[in-house]
């Protein structure tokens, strides 16, 4: 940010998709998350709230599509967004559904290849 100075700089709500309590993961690794990750996903259901501090995958795709209606208005040439994954997975499936409901994306989503770390998503 130093180098460049006058690159103008927001925050915009695209953090992770955080869809577990986070109270309930303290302490647990990834391997003992697993099963209810799976049973997250198995439940199909976008509306679902896990717990305190959680949030349904409706709720993702609504800051999704805000990000996307942001993106759409800017009259930059350039932009430059970092995200997480799971983000960019739900403005992926948001810009190319035609007109599925939240379960039917929600589906779609998990299908999706996975991103990997630093990689670049181009959004035309």
């Known amino acids: 940010m130093e180098r460049f100075p006058n690159v103008r700089r927001e925050v915009w709500n695209v953090e992770e998709f955080t869809y577990l309590s986070p109270e309930t993961c303290i302490g647990t690794t990834a391997a003992e998350r697993k099963e209810r ?3 997250y996903w198995e439940r199909l259901d976008p509306d679902y ?3 305190e501090g959680a949030e349904s995958f409706t709720m993702l795709l609504s800051r999704a599509q805000t990000a996307i209606e942001r ?3 800017m009259k930059s040439g350039f932009i ?3 995200t ?3 983000f ?3 403005m992926w499936v948001l810009n190319n559904s035609k007109g599925e409901d939240s379960k039917s ?3 779609c989503f998990r299908e999706l290849p996975r991103f990997e770390n630093c990689e670049i998503m181009k959004w035309e």
């Open 80 to 82: 430059v967004m970092f």
């Open 49 to 51: 709230i896990d717990g």
């Open 37 to 39: 990750v799976n049973e």
């Open 88 to 90: 960019m997975r739900a």
């Open 84 to 86: 997480h994954a799971q």
């Open 105 to 107: 994306l929600m589906n």
């Open 71 to 73: 993106l759409s208005q």
